[in-house]
């Protein structure tokens, strides 16, 4: 097998109902009057104890536009144990009991109902002990932080409220957005709004900030990159009832780390990621994907081998610089950096095990852009491919992707 190493250069609403009881389909509702989405205001919201907050939301057709009218409107916590932190009244308005801590806010989850179709959204509310005046929010990165990041990777960002005299709240949470059109290289939090009556979460589900974030693992206070480009992070929160905003630009480079596995597949070698697109002085993983069982080792050779150098910490199996000596499946890995922009190709040889999983061949190229940020994508993608193996029955282990 060949491939080849590339360096640098809705919101959706639910149906409800959609038939009469004969079966027979209702009259079709009208774009400009089915409700496609609601957005809450604040979505993010600090308050201290005994203060309140009103939650409110825009609406929006399936034509674009403006929705004043609905059959009815649902406010709820989506953890019934934050009533001994606020109180939620019918209309929306949060008041402060006790204060929610750290890295726990309450949720506020709303539904509106208009001709059986619904459309769902949620706040985020902090409770403080007390507050503070003139308070102001930053999101932007500090000390040897940096507005960088590596496509596929998931960054932590603290938001800071805080005044001139050194009064702060301690660990905000933040529901971050992005700015017009960067849906397509960014990511950030989206709510997961438990089932209500005969509404699903999955047709609750939210897509205001990305295509399924990362498959619900972006949770507030984090963005994740899914493309390279850039893109703005904005931060709105109401803070003791000012509205506060700032907003980073993001730079999203190729990643830093991936992954090259060999694996059987329909009787054939095969990598599902046989093209890989890495930045200058990103890490190779390459990954021996068959079966323990299979008794199955694999070699790599590159056509510059003198290209291929070692990782910080070196690979343990394999040599660590150069072509790829026979990886064992038990041994399972080994690793090259690749410093210099060029192409890169690569041919797996598999040794021992049975016939025919010899002989096929993958080859490709692709350009990256140059460096952003360095990331655990590849590891991440090669500790996946270890459980799936584990799990997988002998000789016909599952292909994972990261």
């Given at each position: 097998?060949?491939?080849?190493?590339?360096?640098?250069?809705?919101?959706?609403?639910?149906?409800?109902?959609?038939?009469?009881?004969q079966g027979i389909a209702t009259a079709p509702l009208s774009p400009a009057s089915t409700i496609a989405s609601i957005v809450v205001s604040p979505l993010n919201a600090i308050i201290a104890v005994g203060d309140?907050?009103?939650?409110?939301?825009?609406?929006r057709s399936l034509s674009g536009a403006a929705m004043t009218q609905f059959d009815s409107v649902k406010y709820f916590l989506q953890n019934v144990s934050d009533s001994v932190r606020v109180q939620l009244l019918p209309n929306g308005q949060v008041i402060g009991r006790a204060p929610s801590g750290t890295n726990a806010p309450v949720f506020v989850d709303v539904l509106a109902f208009k001709d059986g179709i619904a459309a769902a959204d949620q706040a985020i509310v902090q409770v403080t002990a007390t507050k503070f005046a003139n308070a102001t929010l930053s999101i932007r990165p500090v000390g040897s932080d940096s507005a960088k990041i590596a496509?596929?990777?998931?960054?932590?960002?603290?938001?800071?409220?805080?005044?001139?005299?050194?009064?702060?709240?301690?660990?905000?949470?933040?529901?971050?957005?992005?700015?017009?059109?960067?849906?397509?290289?960014?990511?950030?939090?989206?709510?997961?709004?438990?089932?209500?009556?005969?509404?699903t979460t999955v047709q609750l589900r939210l897509s205001n900030c990305g295509v399924n974030a990362n498959a619900g693992a972006v949770r507030f206070n984090q963005i994740h990159a899914f493309h390279k480009g850039t893109a703005w992070v904005h931060a709105r929160v109401l803070v003791y009832g000012v509205m506060l905003h700032d907003s980073v630009q993001y730079t999203i480079s190729n990643p830093y780390n991936s992954l090259v596995v060999v694996y059987p597949s329909n009787f054939r070698v095969s990598d599902p990621g046989a093209n890989t697109v890495i930045a200058p002085g990103g890490n190779i993983i390459f990954l021996n994907g068959f079966d323990v069982s299979?008794?199955?080792?694999?070699?790599?050779?590159?056509?510059?081998?003198?290209?291929?150098?070692?990782?910080?910490?070196?690979?343990t199996y394999g040599d660590t610089t150069g072509n790829i000596t026979p990886i064992s499946s038990t041994e399972s890995t080994s690793s090259r950096k690749f410093q210099t922009p060029g192409v890169y190709t690569w041919t797996a040889t598999i040794i021992g095990g049975m016939a025919p999983y010899t002989g096929g061949t993958a080859t490709g190229s692709r350009i990256s852009p140059p460096p952003a940020g360095r990331g655990g994508r590849g590891r991440r993608r090669a500790a996946r491919w270890r459980r799936a193996r584990r799990r997988s029955r002998p000789g016909r282990p599952r292909a994972g992707r990261g």
């Open positions: 097998m060949t491939g080849a190493i590339v360096i640098g250069m809705l919101s959706v609403g639910a149906l409800v109902a959609c038939s009469n009881d309140t907050v009103s939650v409110t939301f825009t609406a496509w596929g990777d998931t960054k932590q960002i603290i938001p800071v409220v805080r005044n001139a005299g050194g009064q702060s709240v301690t660990r905000p949470t933040v529901r971050f957005e992005y700015g017009p059109g960067d849906s397509t290289v960014l990511q950030c939090y989206i709510p997961t709004i438990p089932a209500v009556g005969a509404l299979m008794g199955v080792s694999v070699s790599f050779t590159f056509d510059h081998p003198e290209a291929a150098l070692a990782t910080n910490p070196p690979a």
